[in-house]
């Protein structure tokens, strides 16, 4: 729970990561039905059921909730739609945000949300997208370092400065 530096009314914020959609899970329906929601839908379904119910659970007498993080899932997928029956709207379909978090093979979409309850929506006044890394060359990846034939990567001066004997 937070509470407003300045005052103001508190409010949950839950951070998420559900599984990949990578492998599938223990679940019998997490194998890769073919539907475009790839495997693991029933573990991140499972995840959806219990992340609503929990914060039920915890959220006591504070009005606003905000769940934020890594769904695995594109705003149409089921779970999603466990936690929109739940309450919860997406920010970016809510301020109409046009842009998306992720990109493969060519097609791009949203797997990272904030989601908001009626509370917490009536107390946002807008919405983007943090591309913190989904433009980001492949060349340039960590993986990658000294894997290819340029050198994208060169100390700073004062970063040599500091490690030289």
């Known amino acids: 729970m937070f509470e407003p530096a300045a005052g103001g ?15 599938a899970g223990p679940w019998p329906g997490d194998a890769d ?6 495997s693991s839908n029933e573990s991140r379904v499972r995840q959806a ?13 504070v009005d606003a909730v905000a769940l934020a993080g890594d769904f695995n899932s594109y705003s149409q997928e089921d779970p999603l739609q466990v936690l ?25 979409g949203s797997l990272d949300h904030i989601l ?9 006044t807008d919405a983007d997208i943090w591309n913190i890394n989904s433009g980001e060359s ?8 000294r ?3 340029t050198e ?12 030289t004997p």
């Open 116 to 124: 908001l309850n009626k509370a917490a929506l009536a107390r946002s």
């Open 9 to 23: 009314a508190p409010f949950l914020f839950v951070v998420n990561h559900f599984k990949s959609k990578g492998s």
């Open 138 to 145: 492949i060349a340039l990846e960590y993986s990658r370092f």
């Open 84 to 108: 929109y029956d739940g309450g919860y709207s997406d920010a970016e379909q809510a301020f109409d945000v046009d842009s998306s978090s992720y990109s493969f093979s060519g097609l791009s």
């Open 33 to 38: 039905s073919g539907d475009g929601q790839g």
């Open 152 to 163: 994208f990567y060169s100390l700073t001066r004062s970063a040599r400065a500091t490690t």
């Open 147 to 149: 894997t290819h034939g």
């Open 49 to 61: 059921t219990a992340l609503r119910d929990w914060v039920t659970d915890i959220q006591g007498d």
